[in-house]
């Protein structure tokens, strides 16, 4: 065989080579990290991430396999998981919007007070929301849905039977908005993630909590205190904003055929199921504490209306505040209202 044709031999089989280690590679199996704050027996870990991996796992025919890394496992803390998902530290991470105050100021107007009530209705809203006014805020990851929870309300050592009687009252709050309702409505608020609600609660840091029934098992709510307070019609006090958010990096690195999987498996409907477990939770959360005989303080309308009027003025604030950052928050407050009313039909 002369030099020319042994070259063209070589580099014909590196060339095949080449094509077996690319088939090869789309063949593999790619794992992907998923890290976030609360035990594994809690209500998203169990009944939504866990599913929502399966569901990757099997529409991807196994290309897809996904590690849960729950409470905290893989270190940091619970308000430095979005940007543990933005840096490529893991490849997805479920975090509150709230415990980075300020950085979503567009998303937080659904944590303003009476905003929502239904998770499911709400979540649909919110992540079609971010798509039309609030893309810019999430532009550093993969979003895979922002969604809320369910009514938000108090759980406390001393019943909360009206405005007066949570007056000067330690609640724990988990946003800034929310921190500033408590305020206003006569508190005084204690800023921390949920996963510490539990030992603050044991050990009298706090006298309450503001979170919604789905997320008290998990934290033993109802065993540390006894009096829960509900307001008229189902409504929340406020809600909290979620995102479940992948690295760039690690989607854009995926085969066309796994990044459909990933894309079907985001957006308003993933957002939708997110919400609809929550819903879910918050029957069961509801039902330990029907069954402790907790007591449960339901206001009525014309107390619902009194909290609803102590509370408007945090909406004026919020307003005020991103006004100075050149937004409207007064158009942005209609927009989700119109969305919430859309879904909720």
């Known amino acids: 065989m002369t030099f020319l044709k042994r070259r063209t031999a070589l580099a014909a089989m590196g060339a095949v080579a080449l094509a077996t280690m690319a088939t090869t590679a789309t063949a593999q199996t790619v794992t992907l990290r998923l890290h976030q704050m609360l035990p594994p027996q809690a209500t998203i870990p169990a009944k939504a991430l866990v599913p929502w991996a399966q569901k990757v796992e099997a529409d991807s025919g196994g290309k897809i396999k996904v590690q849960l890394f729950h409470a905290m496992q893989l270190g940091g803390a619970p308000p430095q998981l979005f940007d543990q998902a933005r840096d490529g530290v893991v490849d997805f991470t479920w975090t509150v919007l709230g415990y980075t105050p300020g950085r979503f100021p567009k998303t937080e107007v659904f944590e303003l007070p009476f905003m929502s009530g239904n998770a499911e209705a709400s979540s649909r809203a919110i992540h079609e929301y971010v798509e039309k006014f609030a893309p810019e805020e999430f532009k550093d990851v993969k979003l895979i849905a922002v969604h809320t929870h369910g009514p938000g309300l108090f759980h406390t050592k001393t019943p909360v039977t009206g405005l007066e009687s949570l007056r000067g009252m330690k609640v724990r709050g988990g946003s800034r908005i929310i921190n500033n309702m408590l305020t206003k409505l006569g508190a005084t608020p204690v800023g921390m993630p949920v996963p510490a609600v539990t030992e603050a609660l044991s050990k009298g840091v706090i006298d309450g909590t503001t979170i919604p029934w789905e997320v008290t098992p998990s934290l033993k709510v109802t065993e540390l205190v006894k009096n829960h307070t509900t307001f008229a019609g189902n409504e929340g006090l406020y809600t909290q904003t979620f995102a479940f958010s992948m690295n760039k990096a690690s989607y854009d690195k995926l085969p066309a055929d796994l990044k459909a999987v990933i894309d079907k498996n985001s957006g308003v409907e993933?957002?939708?199921?997110?919400?609809?477990?929550?819903d879910e939770g918050?029957?069961?959360g509801r039902g330990i504490a029907e069954r402790a005989k907790?007591?449960?303080?339901?206001?009525d309308l014309v107390e619902t209306q009194r909290w609803r009027r102590t509370a408007a003025t945090v909406e004026t604030d919020w307003i005020n505040e991103v006004k100075a950052k050149g937004i409207d928050g007064a158009k942005l407050a209609a927009e989700a209202r119109a969305l919430i009313a859309k879904h909720s039909k």
Do not use: Q, S, T
């Open 294 to 299: 907790n007591n449960i303080v339901a206001l």
């Open 270 to 278: 993933a957002a939708a199921m997110f919400g609809r477990v929550m």
């Open 282 to 284: 918050d029957k069961v």
